[in-house]
């Protein structure tokens, strides 16, 4: 009934279903940070499927011809890092992800030089179903970074008016991601034209400068992603998970 497969590009329409599966599978006060959001990310997923050091997989439900979750990998030096793994709401609790993940793993090793890997992905620590799934396979906490929402910290920042507001502009990458510049000084990332990344660690010292770039593009949301703990809102940690390959265990 369920069958387990690799996509490919010529699976246009399990491509777009899964890049929209993508923008609501996760929690959306950290999910309005994600690239997926926006439309750039389709681009950037088709870029990609055909590359060797990536790989998605899907389970499909043959009697009903549905997409029930997907799982997408990325292939570093000794690591095989799990990107994604979303589950239909529908069939969660029926194994279908230990399943995906199980055969997953299977062909990407048949397929890989032969080698010790580990097996790494980030969870977010307040998504506790998927932190204690990962756990009961043996997956263990290795680092982390931390998610800042900094509505709160620009919310006090009033005087604009010696910027120079003709200096701000935007750029689109090759996917179509715009970013956002101050003259010569890059700002970060702007996501689906209501959310900003901040990603110039320089700038969180002028906040004035970023709550300017949320006005100038009229945005609802600014967030930045760091390593270490700092004094804003935070919004979730995102715990990196690591496992050797052949100590995972996924019975």
């Known amino acids: 009934m369920y069958e387990v497969r690799q996509l490919k590009r010529s699976d246009r329409n399990l491509v777009k279903a899964i890049c929209e599966s993508l923008k609501t599978a996760y929690d959306p ?12 990310y389709l681009r950037f997923f088709q870029s990609v499927l055909d590359h060797p050091s990536y790989a ?9 011809n549905e997409l029930c979750g997907f799982a997408c990998f990325q292939f ?5 890092f799990l990107k994604h793994i979303v589950v239909d ?4 609790g029926s194994r ?19 080698r ?26 290795l680092d982390c970074t931390y998610w800042y ?36 000084t890059y700002i970060g990332t702007i996501l689906a034209g209501r959310t900003l990344i901040v990603k110039n660690q320089a700038l969180l010292a002028c906040l004035k400068l970023l709550k ?12 930045y992603i760091s390593e270490q703990k700092l004094a804003f809102n935070l919004v979730d940690k995102a715990l990196l998970m690591s496992k050797p390959v052949n100590q995972l265990e996924l019975v």
């Open 56 to 64: 998605t997989y899907y389970v499909y439900n043959t009697a009903s």
């Open 149 to 184: 929402d900094l509505q709160a910290a620009i919310a006090g920042e009033d005087r604009l008016d010696d910027l120079d507001w003709s200096s701000f502009h935007i750029k689109a990458d090759d996917f179509g991601f715009q970013q956002l510049y101050y003259g010569s």
């Open 29 to 40: 006060n950290v999910s309005r940070f994600f690239v997926h959001q926006d439309n750039g």
């Open 212 to 223: 300017a770039a949320m006005l100038y593009k009229n945005l609802t949301s600014i967030g």
């Open 89 to 92: 709401n529908r069939v969660r």
């Open 96 to 114: 279908i992800g230990t399943t995906l993940l199980t055969r997953a793993m299977d062909d990407i090793r048949s397929t890989l030089p032969a």
């Open 116 to 141: 010790d890997y580990l097996f790494q992905l980030h969870v977010f620590e307040k998504n506790s179903r998927a932190l204690s799934w990962y756990l009961s396979i043996g997956m263990e906490p």
């Open 76 to 80: 570093l030096d000794g690591i095989i």
